[in-house]
Protein backbone atom coordinates (compact mmCIF):
# COMPACT_ATOMS: atom_id res chain seq x y z
CA UNK A 1 0.00 0.00 0.00
CA UNK A 2 1.14 3.17 -0.35
CA UNK A 3 1.58 6.31 1.83
CA UNK A 4 -1.59 8.24 2.72
CA UNK A 5 -0.93 11.92 1.93
CA UNK A 6 -4.61 13.45 2.37
CA UNK A 7 -7.43 12.20 3.18
CA UNK A 8 -10.85 13.82 3.30
CA UNK A 9 -14.24 12.83 5.15
CA UNK A 10 -15.78 13.32 2.09
CA UNK A 11 -14.56 13.34 -0.78
CA UNK A 12 -11.03 12.05 -2.09
CA UNK A 13 -8.08 10.44 -1.00
CA UNK A 14 -4.98 11.09 -2.68
CA UNK A 15 -2.38 7.72 -2.21
CA UNK A 16 1.67 7.88 -3.70
CA UNK A 17 2.11 4.68 -4.26
CA UNK A 18 6.36 4.44 -5.34
CA UNK A 19 5.63 2.04 -8.54
CA UNK A 20 1.97 3.72 -9.47
CA UNK A 21 2.62 6.91 -8.56
CA UNK A 22 0.04 9.71 -7.70
CA UNK A 23 -3.54 7.78 -7.00
CA UNK A 24 -6.66 9.51 -6.20
CA UNK A 25 -10.16 7.77 -4.85
CA UNK A 26 -13.39 8.93 -4.18
CA UNK A 27 -14.05 7.84 -0.98
CA UNK A 28 -17.25 7.86 1.55
CA UNK A 29 -16.99 8.15 5.14
CA UNK A 30 -18.85 6.11 7.42
CA UNK A 31 -21.26 8.67 9.36
CA UNK A 32 -21.32 5.69 12.32
CA UNK A 33 -17.42 4.37 12.76
CA UNK A 34 -16.33 6.76 10.30
CA UNK A 35 -13.96 4.44 8.34
CA UNK A 36 -13.19 5.78 5.07
CA UNK A 37 -14.20 3.98 1.77
CA UNK A 38 -13.68 3.79 -1.58
CA UNK A 39 -16.96 4.77 -3.11
CA UNK A 40 -16.98 2.51 -5.59
CA UNK A 41 -16.84 -0.07 -3.42
CA UNK A 42 -19.42 1.02 -1.26
CA UNK A 43 -22.02 -1.32 -0.16
CA UNK A 44 -23.39 0.34 2.59
CA UNK A 45 -26.49 1.23 3.53
CA UNK A 46 -27.83 5.07 4.01
CA UNK A 47 -29.01 6.23 7.43
CA UNK A 48 -32.07 7.96 7.37
CA UNK A 49 -31.45 9.70 10.85
CA UNK A 50 -27.86 10.90 9.93
CA UNK A 51 -28.59 11.43 6.17
CA UNK A 52 -25.19 9.67 5.39
CA UNK A 53 -23.90 6.65 4.23
CA UNK A 54 -22.28 4.09 6.08
CA UNK A 55 -19.64 1.99 5.93
CA UNK A 56 -22.02 -1.41 5.18
CA UNK A 57 -20.47 -3.30 8.54
CA UNK A 58 -22.98 -5.21 10.08
CA UNK A 59 -22.11 -2.96 13.55
CA UNK A 60 -22.98 0.26 11.58
CA UNK A 61 -26.75 -0.73 10.36
CA UNK A 62 -27.71 0.86 13.36
CA UNK A 63 -27.48 4.25 14.46
CA UNK A 64 -24.72 5.21 16.50
CA UNK A 65 -23.26 8.75 16.28
CA UNK A 66 -19.67 8.58 15.84
CA UNK A 67 -18.52 9.93 19.02
CA UNK A 68 -20.52 7.62 21.07
CA UNK A 69 -18.91 5.34 19.16
CA UNK A 70 -15.29 6.51 20.26
CA UNK A 71 -16.27 6.79 23.66
CA UNK A 72 -17.64 2.73 23.47
CA UNK A 73 -13.81 1.95 21.70
CA UNK A 74 -12.09 4.04 24.18
CA UNK A 75 -13.80 2.24 26.93
CA UNK A 76 -13.11 -1.02 25.30
CA UNK A 77 -9.37 -0.14 25.00
CA UNK A 78 -8.96 0.79 28.25
CA UNK A 79 -10.31 -2.48 29.47
CA UNK A 80 -7.43 -4.15 27.08
CA UNK A 81 -5.41 -2.15 28.27
CA UNK A 82 -4.13 -0.81 25.21
CA UNK A 83 -5.41 2.07 22.62
CA UNK A 84 -6.71 1.17 19.41
CA UNK A 85 -7.14 3.80 16.78
ZN1 LIG B 1 -19.12 2.07 9.58
ZN1 LIG C 1 -27.00 7.23 11.82
Same mark, same amino acid.
Given at each position: ?? *?VTLLRPKGY #???VDPVKGVLEYD !???CCHCGRIYPQSKHAGTTCIKCCAD !???HPDCDFCIP???RFDM?? *? #?ARQKNK???
Open positions: MG *K #AIV !TGK !TCGEEKQE *K #AIII
